[in-house]
């Protein structure tokens, strides 16, 4: 089983970082592709990035590409996403899920995760 828990949301204005941390507990962690996804009020959860179990592999959301960046430290079993030049149409509740396969499958889809933080708010002012 993992647990994580999801840090760094806040208040930002438009054009400002923020960088976000997902601690996870449980051995197998280093196995696990990890993923942030992000749901607005009204909206479906959708996918932002993911990394593969080594780090070696990541996939963006279009609308984030070349702005966010995901990576891990698996000795500190830990998966980030830096935000940068933030929108305010990038405010949401930010996830971070664990898919226990390693990325096996797309890395896409919220159905290919087995776990789930509780969801951290990021809110960006224009």
């Known amino acids: 089983q993992v647990q994580l828990v999801e840090s760094g949301g806040g208040l930002v204005q438009a054009g400002g970082s923020l960088r976000l941390s997902c601690a996870a507990s449980?051995?197998?962690?280093?196995?696990?592709?990890m993923g942030w996804f992000r749901q607005a009020p009204g909206k479906e959860r959708e996918f932002v990035a993911a990394?593969?179990?080594?780090?070696?592999?990541?996939y963006y959301a279009d609308s984030v590409k070349d702005r966010f960046t995901i990576s891990r430290d698996n000795a500190q079993n830990t998966v980030y996403l830096q935000m940068n030049s933030l929108k305010p149409e990038d405010t949401a509740v930010y996830y971070c899920?664990?898919?226990?396969?390693?990325?096996?499958?797309?890395?896409?889809?919220?159905?290919?995760?087995?776990?789930w933080g509780q969801g951290t708010q990021v809110t960006v002012s224009s």
């Open positions: 990394i593969n179990w080594s780090g070696k592999d990541t």
């Open positions: 449980g051995r197998t962690f280093s196995t696990c592709a």
């Open positions: 899920a664990a898919d226990l396969s390693g990325g096996l499958g797309s890395l896409l889809e919220v159905y290919e995760y087995d776990y």
